[in-house]
């Protein structure tokens, strides 16, 4: 499968403005079983920096924007994140670092699962090592 993966959410708009519509199993391709989001990034703050040995995710910012890494341990992609109506898919064992987050950004993340730290890699020597295998 290609490294990234983009989806796209058909607004639907009328007279009175945009609504996106996000389901399980339907727009994304799992069952959503938590939502976060990261707001207020500090300037210059990176983040992510980690991989699931099992999630799946699909991050899309509602507002601003950002720029994420995604890197399969032999390729490496640079998207970015501008609009609410375009999401990515983040795989499991896909390695991943937000970075540039407008002042406004507001990136919501979709999860097939529950948190779940020992479900984290978060040494990228580590990350290399298991998708080798
Ligand atoms: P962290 O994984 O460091 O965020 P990022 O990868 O975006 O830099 O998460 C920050 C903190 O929030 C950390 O203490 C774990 C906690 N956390 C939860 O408790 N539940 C969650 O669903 C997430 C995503 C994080």
Not at 15 to 26: F, K, M, Q
């Amino acid at each position: 499968m290609s490294l990234v993966k983009f989806i796209e959410f058909p607004a639907l708009g009328d007279s009175r403005g945009s609504l996106v519509v996000i389901e399980g199993n339907e727009t994304v391709s799992f069952d959503i079983k938590r939502v976060y989001y990261i707001y207020g990034t500090h300037a210059g703050v990176s983040r992510g920096f980690h991989a699931h040995k099992e999630l799946k995710q699909v991050a899309v910012c509602i507002a601003g924007k950002c720029n994420m890494l995604l890197d399969n341990g032999a390729e490496k992609s640079k998207v970015l994140l501008d609009s609410p109506t375009k999401g990515v898919l983040i795989d499991d064992m896909i390695w991943h670092e937000m970075h540039d987050f407008s002042d406004d950004c507001v990136l919501l993340v979709l999860a097939s699962e529950h948190y779940d730290e020992s479900d984290y890699i978060r040494e990228y020597d580590q990350f290399r090592e298991a998708v080798k295998l």
